[in-house]
Each structure stands twice: as structure tokens, then as C-alpha cells.
């Protein structure tokens, strides 16, 4: 019980757990299952979402990185699973319906190969000895070989390499043991095996699935200087060349005192998080691009308003915007109206034309909307406000419980 609750609070700080994507049907009279639309999670009060066994296999580490609780000159308790402690623990919380999958991670304990093969093992035990079928998201060590990591795609439902900072200098700066390129490297590989597997599927049923649900990564922001322009740009690259499922972003919780790092009692950017993701969203499902979002001119995201409504108010010359006429890519960049209400819009204007009232009851954030929309009178006055009028009137409806957040980016240096 000792090691769980040293080995769970050490993963605590690893937030790329989502099972999104994956789907894997029990068979064989096996234990469990995997659906597409994951495994249960959890969101702590600060919104960060954990899955409900998410555990390191060991906190042992080689390495010393800055930003890391698990650092090996951080004076903590150590502790390790061994394979079927993991392997045990996994299948009874199951059973007694505590958990639907498993989280692995790991600090590295001799080296990246010691450390992957007993990850691969654990896998490979609930997958094989116990017919385990429900979802099992595991983290590759950088560095591990290459036939360790086709194995591990063999047994989980998806594979993730944490890029950690956002760029190259940061992580020379705060993990100089470490290489950039021993992160991209295994990315490269992943996404032509995950590739190549899915072709051979599309012609042949039977063969092996190869970690279905893709791979993930994560980064650690605030911790370093980086623009959430930069931030971004290095997510949009990942979405672009590694064919990457999800980008997660890590606020960075000051945990030691570092000349490197911000100080001890510095606020997580919880904030800027959030922006983060909600930009994300917009790059993925929206049609932005990144440069619309964030430039030089403003390499920042607004911690008051969300992306989508910055972007719309820098741009009012693109509204307002008649829903009746519009193309789906317009309407799903009004603010208020959001990807599945602006296909609804779509599907019910081919029947009536479409009055605010109609929205409302499509549940659209009308209050938001309003600004931006073509409709008829007295509501088309609302094209007369400016930007800024629009931002005052918008924010004095909302009652955000981080508005005392709501400043600057914070200082780091």
C-alpha cells in the first residue's frame, strides 16, 4: 500500500491519460473491455483530468531534471512495482470495478531498455496471461530500442513519448542529460509503425492491431520562457508530422528551489492551460491555423477571453455573419456556437430560415453569439459595437471563478 501511494502521487504531475480513440472488444469470455469513448476519468479541483489507477513503476531515475519531482537529487521516498505487483494491482481494482485501465509510467531505472521491457512485460502479462481487454496507456522511455517499442504497441492501446519542454534549448537548459532528438526519434518510429499496421489491417482483418488509440505527448509550460505562440507551433507540428492523437499541456507546479525555475509559491498557470487546450481544440477541429491565433504582434493567448472570441474580435470585418448563407467553417467560428450547434445550424436552416429564437432553443450561447450574427431588427444593432465594447459587455455577463487570475503572463525571470 506504501509503494501505491508513493508511485500514484509521483504520477500525479503526468496529465496525458486521456483513452480517447481506442476501442477493443471483450473476447474469449476475457475481463473487460476498451470503448472509444475511454475509460472513466477523473478532474481535480484545478481541472487537471487523471485516470483512476495511474500509478510510475518506479521513481527511481538516472536522470536530474529541473522540472521533475522524480529527479534523483530530489530527496523523496523511492520506491518500484515489480511487474506483477503491477500486473496484480491492475486486474483487482479492476474486478472490483475501481478502475477500466491502466496508466503506466516510469522514471528510468538503469537505463531505457531495463526500464521499457518491464513496462512491455506488465503489458504483455494482463494482455496475455489474463486476458485483460480493457484500455492500457503506456509511456515509452526515449531511447529504448526499437523492437521494445513495436512490442509495447502490440499490447497497448496507445503509446506516448513525453517531448517535456517545449523547445530544444529548454530542455538543454533544465535536462541537459537528456537529447531532444531521443524524443523525436521514437515519435518518428511510432507513427510508420502505427501507419503501416493500419494499412495491413485495411487489407487484412486478422492482423495484429498496433497501438490503436495513436500516440500522445506531453510539455511542461511556465516552467520556461516560451510564447504560447512557440508552444503552439511546436503542438501544431507534432499534429502535422507525427500524425500525434493529443498534445497535452502541463502547467508547471514550482517544486524545488531552482535558479533555473520559477520560485517555490509561484501560481500554477492553470489559466494559460486552459487557453492552451481551448486553442488546440480550435487548431483541430475549427480550421485554425496557428498564426491566426497567436503572431508576433501578440505571441500570447488573452487569459481573459477564450481564443475563438480574441480571434473573432481582432477580425470584426468578417462579421456579422448571416447563418442562413454561411459556410459551416463561418459558422463554427462565431463565438458561442460550437462544432456540433454549427452543424445543427446547417441541418435546420434547410428547412426554415433560422431567427435568433431558433437558436436559443438549440441551446447557443446566444448572449455571446449575438454580436457576430446577421439577423433581423432590433438585433442587428449589435454590429455597431467596437471591439472593445463588445469584450466589456461579454465579460461583465461572465462570473469565471479564476477571474482573479485574469492579468498578464507571469513573470518567470
Same mark, same amino acid.
Given at each position: 500500500? @506504501? &509503494?501505491?501511494?508513493?508511485?500514484?502521487?509521483?504520477?500525479?504531475?503526468?496529465?496525458?491519460? !486521456?483513452? !480517447?480513440? !481506442?476501442?477493443?472488444?471483450?473476447?474469449?469470455?476475457?475481463?473487460?473491455?476498451?470503448?472509444?469513448?475511454?475509460?472513466?476519468? /477523473?478532474?481535480?479541483?484545478?481541472?487537471?483530468?487523471?485516470?483512476?489507477?495511474?500509478?510510475?513503476?518506479?521513481?527511481?531515475?538516472?536522470?536530474?531534471?529541473?522540472?521533475?519531482?522524480?529527479?534523483?537529487?530530489?530527496?523523496? &521516498?523511492?520506491?518500484?512495482?515489480?511487474? @506483477?505487483?503491477?500486473?496484480?494491482?491492475? #486486474?483487482?481494482?479492476?474486478?472490483?470495478?475501481?478502475?477500466?485501465?491502466?496508466?503506466?509510467?516510469?522514471?528510468? $531505472?538503469?537505463?531505457?531498455?531495463?526500464?521499457? @521491457?518491464?513496462?512491455?512485460?506488465?503489458?504483455?502479462?494482463?494482455?496475455?496471461?489474463?486476458?485483460?481487454?480493457?484500455?492500457?496507456?503506456?509511456?515509452?522511455? =526515449?531511447?529504448?530500442?526499437?523492437?521494445?517499442?513495436?512490442?509495447?504497441?502490440?499490447?497497448?492501446?496507445?503509446?506516448?513519448?513525453?517531448?517535456?519542454?517545449?523547445?530544444?534549448?529548454?530542455?538543454?537548459?533544465?535536462?541537459?542529460?537528456?537529447?531532444?532528438?531521443?524524443?523525436?526519434?521514437?515519435?518518428?518510429?511510432? &507513427?510508420?509503425? #502505427? #501507419?503501416?499496421?493500419?494499412?495491413?489491417?485495411?487489407?487484412?482483418?486478422?492482423?495484429?492491431?498496433?497501438? +490503436? /488509440?495513436?500516440?500522445?505527448?506531453?510539455?511542461?509550460?511556465?516552467?520556461?520562457?516560451?510564447?504560447?505562440?512557440?508552444?503552439?507551433?511546436?503542438?501544431?507540428?507534432?499534429?502535422?508530422?507525427?500524425?500525434?492523437?493529443?498534445?497535452?499541456?502541463?502547467?508547471?507546479? +514550482?517544486?524545488?528551489?531552482?535558479?533555473?525555475? =520559477?520560485?517555490?509559491?509561484?501560481?500554477? +498557470?492553470?489559466?494559460?492551460?486552459?487557453?492552451?487546450?481551448?486553442?488546440?481544440?480550435?487548431?483541430?477541429?475549427?480550421?485554425?491555423?496557428?498564426?491566426?491565433?497567436?503572431?508576433?504582434?501578440?505571441?500570447?493567448?488573452?487569459?481573459?477571453?477564450? +481564443?475563438?472570441?480574441?480571434?473573432?474580435?481582432?477580425?470584426?470585418?468578417? $462579421?456579422?455573419?448571416?447563418?442562413?448563407?454561411?459556410?459551416? @467553417?463561418?459558422?463554427?467560428?462565431?463565438?458561442?456556437?460550437?462544432?456540433?450547434?454549427?452543424?445543427?445550424?446547417?441541418? /435546420?436552416?434547410?428547412?426554415?430560415?433560422?431567427?435568433?429564437?431558433?437558436?436559443?432553443?438549440?441551446? #447557443?450561447?446566444?448572449?455571446?453569439? &449575438?454580436?457576430?450574427?446577421?439577423?433581423?431588427?432590433?438585433?442587428?444593432?449589435?454590429?455597431?459595437?467596437?471591439?472593445?465594447?463588445?469584450?466589456?459587455?461579454?465579460?461583465?455577463?461572465?462570473?469565471?471563478?479564476?477571474?482573479?487570475?485574469? !492579468?498578464?503572463?507571469?513573470?518567470?525571470?
Amino acid at each position: 500500500m @506504501e &509503494k501505491l501511494e508513493i508511485l500514484a502521487d509521483a504520477a500525479k504531475y503526468d496529465v496525458s491519460c !486521456s483513452s !480517447s480513440g !481506442s476501442k477493443r472488444n471483450n473476447k474469449d469470455k476475457g475481463l473487460g473491455d476498451s470503448k472509444g469513448y475511454g475509460i472513466c476519468h /477523473a478532474f481535480t479541483e484545478d481541472g487537471r483530468c487523471v485516470s483512476l489507477l495511474k500509478i510510475l513503476l518506479t521513481n527511481h531515475c538516472i536522470f536530474d531534471c529541473a522540472y521533475c519531482v522524480s529527479r534523483k537529487s530530489n530527496h523523496v &521516498k523511492r520506491a518500484a512495482f515489480t511487474v @506483477e505487483e503491477v500486473v496484480d494491482v491492475t #486486474i483487482n481494482f479492476y474486478r472490483r470495478n475501481y478502475i477500466e485501465g491502466l496508466f503506466l509510467s516510469s522514471g528510468i $531505472f538503469d537505463s531505457p531498455d531495463y526500464t521499457m @521491457e518491464r513496462l512491455v512485460r506488465i503489458a504483455k502479462k494482463l494482455r496475455i496471461d489474463h486476458n485483460f481487454n480493457g484500455y492500457i496507456h503506456l509511456k515509452a522511455i =526515449p531511447g529504448a530500442s526499437d523492437e521494445l517499442m513495436k512490442e509495447a504497441g502490440l499490447y497497448a492501446d496507445r503509446l506516448s513519448v513525453n517531448v517535456e519542454m517545449p523547445t530544444e534549448q529548454s530542455l538543454k537548459l533544465l535536462a541537459p542529460e537528456k537529447k531532444h532528438i531521443d524524443v523525436i526519434k521514437p515519435m518518428e518510429y511510432l &507513427k510508420k509503425e #502505427i #501507419i503501416g499496421y493500419r494499412e495491413e489491417k485495411s487489407l487484412n482483418k486478422k492482423a495484429p492491431v498496433f497501438a +490503436p /488509440a495513436g500516440q500522445s505527448t506531453q510539455m511542461v509550460i511556465g516552467a520556461t520562457k516560451e510564447t504560447d505562440m512557440e508552444i503552439l507551433g511546436m503542438a501544431d507540428y507534432f499534429y502535422q508530422q507525427m500524425n500525434m492523437k493529443r498534445v497535452y499541456y502541463s502547467g508547471y507546479v +514550482p517544486i524545488s528551489n531552482d535558479g533555473r525555475l =520559477p520560485m517555490i509559491g509561484t501560481p500554477v +498557470p492553470i489559466i494559460r492551460e486552459n487557453r492552451l487546450y481551448q486553442a488546440d481544440w480550435l487548431i483541430r477541429f475549427y480550421g485554425f491555423k496557428v498564426n491566426e491565433i497567436v503572431g508576433f504582434d501578440q505571441p500570447h493567448l488573452d487569459l481573459d477571453i477564450d +481564443p475563438k472570441l480574441g480571434w473573432a474580435l481582432r477580425n470584426l470585418d468578417q $462579421f456579422p455573419v448571416d447563418i442562413n448563407t454561411a459556410t459551416l @467553417e463561418m459558422i463554427k467560428r462565431i463565438p458561442g456556437i460550437g462544432h456540433q450547434n454549427a452543424k445543427k445550424i446547417v441541418a /435546420a436552416r434547410k428547412f426554415n430560415r433560422l431567427l435568433p429564437e431558433h437558436l436559443q432553443k438549440m441551446g #447557443i450561447a446566444y448572449n455571446r453569439a &449575438k454580436y457576430f450574427l446577421a439577423v433581423p431588427h432590433p438585433f442587428s444593432i449589435q454590429k455597431d459595437f467596437t471591439s472593445v465594447q463588445i469584450k466589456h459587455q461579454i465579460l461583465s455577463l461572465q462570473n469565471s471563478k479564476y477571474k482573479s487570475d485574469f !492579468s498578464s503572463q507571469l513573470a518567470l525571470f
